[in-house]
């Protein structure tokens, strides 16, 4: 891809040079760099801020940092209780996590698209993709985590025997269908990570795309066209989080509750 | 764009994020919301208690005054009613004065009438004898008339 980007000029050059991630390594074992250092830097900043507000709680009335992250507590916890009724101590602090760091994630987006490359490149880094939420690998690895939870509490809570007569006898209970509910709750299951990822994924790639078709365009049409965009992508960015948070919740209530 | 080692990497980073957030800021962030709920609901008991206190000595108030006015009410009637009693006594008791003072006087002025008429008479008689001493000086020895003159004066 590297190669290709290299030898590619014009438009289609440029586009491919800003989906191009700085990497090192071949094949499986290639490392993105930039998503890996973004997602660290935006994860140590959404846990270092909590973290502060956090040290700095009190009950007395609450400070402007304090009474933000209370904000957000809230709004999780509001979220939890709502669809989740089981109790759990992972449950909300994760929902808190994926909230926060995928809107920063997708906060990302809303830098001037050749900023962060540009300063790059003078700094030396020939590639950089600054939102880690245009990257597979971070959304999935959002997702995977996320499966491995629901097949774990599915196992915790419902035992190994609950749940395979689960994947067995549902929703056809009748042992004839047992391999067309095998093949059903196959899908079911893979399909909700698959579809977090790549809800979020999708979002985000065509949105940067967007950005990047805009500043392709006529300096003078650029602000017409990025602005109401920008703009309109505050909306998506939080939606998305928000999408992700919530499908996590229920997921995760889901593996928690018993058969029908 | 395809999946790679990056994968594990973000997972890595993902679940060192959780748990410290699990560890370190969930419970303490939650931890203070709780306790400040719970102080605001606190707040609230107090007042709600507070004013129902309120109501409660206004009740108290209310009650200690009427049972005041009652009793008031019921002392001027008896002092009232002791009054009465007190003037019609001192009423009675002056009549009764006047009445006694009355007959006193009644009693005096005739026992001072019997003393003036006794002591008139005792002066007309003696005026009689003497005047009958001096008719009869010249006429009768005043030793033989005594006898008969005591006798009329004694039955005046």
Same mark, same amino acid.
């Given at each position: 891809m590297a190669t290709e980007a290299h030898a590619a000029e014009g438009a289609t050059g440029y586009i491919i040079?800003? &989906?191009?991630?700085?990497?090192? @390594?071949?094949?499986?074992?290639?490392?993105?760099?930039?998503? $890996?250092?973004f997602s660290a830097v935006l994860g140590g900043l959404f846990v270092w801020f909590f973290k502060k507000a956090a040290d700095n709680a009190t009950t007395e009335v609450p400070g402007l940092v304090q009474n933000f992250v209370e904000m957000m507590i809230e709004?999780?916890?509001?979220?939890?209780?709502?669809?989740?009724? @089981?109790?759990?101590?992972?449950?909300?602090? &994760?929902? $808190?996590?994926?909230? !926060?760091?995928v809107f920063l994630f997708n906060f990302m987006d809303l830098f001037p698209i050749d900023l962060l490359p540009a300063i790059g490149s003078v700094m030396g880094i020939p590639y950089l993709r600054v939102v880690p939420s245009t990257d597979l690998n971070a959304t999935f690895a959002l997702s995977i985590s996320v499966f !491995?939870?629901?097949?774990?509490?599915?196992?915790?809570?419902?035992?190994?025997?609950?749940?395979?007569?689960e994947l067995l006898f549902h929703p056809f209970n009748h042992w004839l269908l047992i391999p067309f509910n095998i093949l059903l709750n196959f899908v079911e299951y893979l399909a909700k990570p698959i579809?977090?990822? &790549?809800? &979020?994924? @999708?979002? $985000?790639?065509?949105?940067? $795309?967007?950005?990047?078709?805009?500043?392709?365009?006529p300096a003078y049409l650029q602000p017409v066209l990025s602005l109401p965009w920008a703009i309109f992508h505050i909306l998506i960015i939080t939606l998305q989080a928000f999408i992700f948070m919530v499908l996590t919740i229920v997921y995760l209530s889901m593996a928690h509750e018993e058969s029908h | 764009m395809s999946i790679n080692i990056t994968l594990i990497g973000? +997972? +890595?980073t993902f679940a060192l994020l959780i748990w410290f957030v699990?560890?370190?800021?969930?419970?303490? *962030?939650?931890?203070?919301?709780? =306790?400040?709920?719970?102080?605001?609901?606190?707040?609230?008991?107090?007042?709600?208690?507070?004013? =129902?206190?309120? *109501? *409660?000595?206004?009740k108290k108030a209310k009650g200690l005054l009427k049972t005041a006015k009652d009793q008031s009410s019921e002392i001027v009637t008896l002092a009232q009613k002791q009054a009465n009693e007190i003037v019609e006594e001192s009423k009675n008791s002056a009549k009764k004065e006047g009445d006694r003072l009355i007959l006193a006087a009644k009693a005096q002025?005739?026992?001072?009438?019997?003393?003036?008429?006794?002591?008139?008479?005792?002066?007309?008689?003696?005026?009689?004898?003497?005047?009958?001493?001096?008719? *009869?000086?010249?006429?009768?020895?005043?030793?033989?008339?005594?006898?008969?003159?005591?006798? +009329?004066?004694?039955?005046?």
């Amino acid at each position: 891809m590297a190669t290709e980007a290299h030898a590619a000029e014009g438009a289609t050059g440029y586009i491919i040079h800003h &989906l191009t991630p700085l990497s090192v @390594g071949e094949g499986f074992w290639t490392l993105h760099l930039d998503t $890996l250092f973004f997602s660290a830097v935006l994860g140590g900043l959404f846990v270092w801020f909590f973290k502060k507000a956090a040290d700095n709680a009190t009950t007395e009335v609450p400070g402007l940092v304090q009474n933000f992250v209370e904000m957000m507590i809230e709004f999780v916890d509001t979220q939890v209780k709502d669809s989740f009724h @089981g109790n759990s101590k992972l449950i909300a602090p &994760l929902a $808190l996590t994926i909230f !926060c760091w995928v809107f920063l994630f997708n906060f990302m987006d809303l830098f001037p698209i050749d900023l962060l490359p540009a300063i790059g490149s003078v700094m030396g880094i020939p590639y950089l993709r600054v939102v880690p939420s245009t990257d597979l690998n971070a959304t999935f690895a959002l997702s995977i985590s996320v499966f !491995c939870l629901i097949i774990f509490y599915n196992l915790k809570i419902k035992g190994l025997w609950n749940f395979s007569k689960e994947l067995l006898f549902h929703p056809f209970n009748h042992w004839l269908l047992i391999p067309f509910n095998i093949l059903l709750n196959f899908v079911e299951y893979l399909a909700k990570p698959i579809s977090l990822a &790549l809800r &979020l994924f @999708g979002n $985000l790639y065509a949105g940067e $795309l967007i950005f990047m078709l805009i500043a392709l365009l006529p300096a003078y049409l650029q602000p017409v066209l990025s602005l109401p965009w920008a703009i309109f992508h505050i909306l998506i960015i939080t939606l998305q989080a928000f999408i992700f948070m919530v499908l996590t919740i229920v997921y995760l209530s889901m593996a928690h509750e018993e058969s029908h | 764009m395809s999946i790679n080692i990056t994968l594990i990497g973000q +997972i +890595i980073t993902f679940a060192l994020l959780i748990w410290f957030v699990m560890e370190y800021v969930w419970p303490v *962030l939650f931890a203070a919301l709780e =306790e400040r709920k719970k102080k605001i609901a606190e707040g609230l008991a107090a007042a709600e208690k507070g004013q =129902e206190e309120i *109501l *409660l000595a206004e009740k108290k108030a209310k009650g200690l005054l009427k049972t005041a006015k009652d009793q008031s009410s019921e002392i001027v009637t008896l002092a009232q009613k002791q009054a009465n009693e007190i003037v019609e006594e001192s009423k009675n008791s002056a009549k009764k004065e006047g009445d006694r003072l009355i007959l006193a006087a009644k009693a005096q002025i005739d026992q001072e009438i019997q003393q003036s008429k006794d002591t008139l008479r005792k002066q007309v008689a003696a005026l009689a004898v003497t005047a009958a001493e001096q008719i *009869l000086t010249a006429e009768i020895d005043k030793n033989k008339h005594q006898e008969i003159v005591e006798k +009329i004066s004694s039955r005046l």
